[in-house]
């Protein structure tokens, strides 16, 4: 039951974040055009398109962590002999991890001061920050999560196997 909605909530939140990518493209054509036919963009389009850019980063970088979607290179990793490469791959994935609940602490410490200051961007409209700072702890807690698949799980992140593989 766990297992099934943690992988709801990963597969969901890298949905939202390929609406981001969409939504991104449509306001960008929007304003292009609108500003072809010498009308003013609105406002709250670019704003939107910022916020799409950070949503649609940081909600489809756990999905990603977990179909080794990132960009890694093999080169090192493809030279190593069996038992070295596993070594490697889980310290790799080790740092990984750290740095991820490094970044989800200070992500939850911003988004408590977003909090408890009551700050807002104001940039096209009133936008409380916590919730555009929200997805940094959210975000890197769930890459640790992922990361430390490859530390403590059967399955490594590197494969060995240098080039293009898809």
């Known amino acids: 039951m766990i297992t099934k909605t943690y992988k709801g909530l990963l597969y ?15 306001s960008v054509i929007t304003s292009v055009v609108m500003r072809n036919f ?7 389009l670019f704003t939107s398109a910022e916020y799409g850019l950070l949503y649609m ?3 489809g970088a756990p999905w990603l962590v977990r179909e080794k979607g990132h ?6 990793t493809a030279s190593l002999p ?3 490469r596993q070594s490697l791959s889980r310290a790799v994935a080790l740092a990984c991890v750290l740095v991820c609940v490094i ?20 940039r096209a409209y009133y936008f409380p920050r916590w919730l555009l700072t929200i997805a940094f ?13 490859f530390v403590f799980g059967s399955e490594l992140m590197h494969s060995g196997e240098a080039g293009i593989h898809e």
Request: aromatic content about 12%.
């Open 12 to 26: 969901g939140m890298a949905a939202i974040s390929g609406f981001m990518l969409v939504w991104i493209m449509v």
């Open 38 to 44: 010498g009308v003013q963009p609105f406002a709250w």
């Open 57 to 59: 980063t940081m909600l």
């Open 71 to 76: 960009v890694h290179i093999e080169l090192v």
């Open 82 to 84: 069996e038992r070295a």
């Open 103 to 122: 970044l989800a602490w200070k992500g939850a410490e911003l988004v408590l001061t977003n909090l408890e200051r009551g700050d807002f961007d104001t």
């Open 137 to 149: 702890p959210l975000s890197f807690g769930l890459m640790a999560v992922e990361f430390s698949r």
